[in-house]
């Protein structure tokens, strides 16, 4: 039990997969800059920015609304991110083999911070807010979809096994599953549907900060926003991590192959800084079109290719 | 108090308020964003919300109808919330003054924690005026 709890709440779980996710976030806010030729925040940046938000600020409650389900709503988003980052953190260090069929219980976990917002913003009783909380809904209803076909298709590569473990032991003896044809093409609406799932910027319609105001999160202040950075920190770290193990072999933590796993994440972290930083905000008719017709063509030809070995 | 005073001051997010502004203010608080200035380094970010903001920066000159905006969006914040007026409109009215609309200065208004006077005030006595304005914290 209390091996458990310290999986949860420190190593892989609440406080190790924030520290990195703040500091990945860090890095992310770094490369914009530079990309943008600036000088960019200080190291420790999105620790000012929480500590400030969760210690320093006054919370306020919407007069209309539910306070209740407002406050509510980033707990149920940070716990939703905790337990997914166990459940992906575990088998991608090595520590328990996890259990069969978890790739279906992380895929379910990880959609919960972004109905945890859905709830929070509509909850606020602000018209800016339910804008952005229906265009959040409309826009996991279309990359789900997608997501659910490139897990189908790492479940049809790794010899149907269910299990993140056991994807990447397979790897791990033959060779990363990014190195086949059908790999790539699975990759690529993989990390589209991971833009998406942190809200960065062709797919960030739903906190469009210019048009309706940081919409979803527009009433919160003090420290239910804090949780809520706090969760976009995880999300930042666990997303990425979960790439590697579905299609680079996972972490490994002999010797010099910490350096690798380090610039696997950070790569993977790179790519999306630079998608964000090289397109504008799409509206949600094309962001549906894009993963309902487009990622999910690719998607599905990848899996045809991987059934056929290739 | 320390540790909590320090992460304040380490970041800065701004919620900008225009009333009656000509825009020139608007343009040179821009100007602070883009690459020449930068002041993404001191940790300082243009807050979409005021819900999120700890500084309100107001331009330009207040009438009638921005008083209860301005007075809004001050009670709307979550404090400890700094205001700073930029410019000759919001520190003093400029030629505004003795206009009919004109319902004071800011620091009539709402309580007002530094001046940036100037007409536009340069971005460099923009960066300068919250640098003081974190110091004296």
Known sequence: MALYLFYLLIFPGLLFSSVIGAFLSWFDRKITARVQFRKGPPLLQPFYDFFKLLLVKETILPKQGSPILFLMAPIFALSGAVLAAAFILLPLFNITTGFKGDLIVIFYLLTIPSFSYIIGSLASGNPLAAVGGSREMKLIMSYESTFLLVIAGIIVKASQNFDLNSVIFIQQNSSPFIGSISGILLFIPGIFCVQAKLGLVPFDMAEAETEIAEGTFIEYSGSPYAIIKLTKYIMLFILPAFLIGLFMNGFNLNGINILWTVLKVAGIVLLLTLIRNTNPRIKIKQAISFFLVWMNLLAVVAIVLAFFGY | ?137
Not at chain 2, 56 to 72: A, P, Q, Y
Not at chain 2, 76 to 104: D, H, N, S, W
Not at chain 2, 105 to 116: E, G, L, Q, S
Request: net charge neutral; aromatic share 8%; charged share 20%.
């Open chain 2, 1 to 137: 108090m320390g540790f909590k005073n320090f992460c304040f001051k380490k970041s800065l997010w701004v919620f900008h308020f225009a009333g009656a502004s000509c825009n020139n203010c608007d343009i040179e608080i821009l100007d602070c964003l883009t690459p020449r200035y930068d002041v993404e380094r001191f940790g300082i970010l243009l807050a979409g919300s005021v819900r999120h903001a700890d500084v309100i920066l107001v331009s330009g000159s207040i009438n009638m109808r921005d008083k209860d905006r301005l007075l809004e969006i001050y009670n709307q914040a979550p404090k400890p919330v700094l205001v700073v007026a930029i410019g000759g409109c919001g520190c003093t009215g400029g030629i505004f003054a003795e206009g009919i609309t004109f319902a004071g200065p800011v620091d009539k208004i709402i309580p007002v924690n530094a001046y940036i006077p100037g007409c536009p005030p340069k971005p460099e006595a923009i960066i300068a005026g919250i640098i003081k304005l974190v110091n004296s914290m």
